[in-house]
């Protein structure tokens, strides 16, 4: 199973980014999908996390300018980020509670990290 994470990059104070995560190989089911972020010095945080129901929830950081959504045929998460600022800077990491088997219970997975720099 792999986590691929893509979209960050440099981007002006008041602009916009997505990410996107897919998650792939030997997969039976995907249940939460989520995103995270670490700044330098700071502990890694969560921003965003979708279930398959669709259900969110944000950090207050980010409400009202960050919306996740998923695409659970391609079992890919996304987060569109507008109005970003300085204090978003930081690496995102993408997570996902999934099964390979019929089962199991769900294991969290991560992806590699994408840097998202806004600069000022």
């Known amino acids: 199973v792999q986590l691929q994470a893509s979209g960050g990059g440099v981007v002006q104070t008041g602009g916009s980014l997505r990410l996107s995560c897919e998650a792939s190989g030997s997969i039976y089911a995907v249940y939460a999908m989520g995103w995270y972020r670490q700044a330098p010095g700071n502990q890694r945080e969560m921003v965003a996390r979708?279930?398959?129901?669709?259900?969110?929830i944000y950090a207050d950081s980010v409400k009202g300018r960050f919306t996740i959504s998923r695409d659970n045929a391609k079992n890919t998460a996304y987060l569109q980020m507008n109005s970003l600022k300085p204090e978003d800077t930081a690496v995102y990491y993408c997570?996902?509670?999934?099964?390979?088997?019929?089962?199991?219970?769900?294991?969290?997975?991560w992806g590699q990290g994408t840097l998202v720099t806004v600069s000022s």
């Open positions: 997570s996902a509670d999934l099964t390979m088997h019929r089962g199991l219970v769900p294991e969290e997975y």
């Open positions: 979708i279930r398959a129901d669709q259900n969110k």
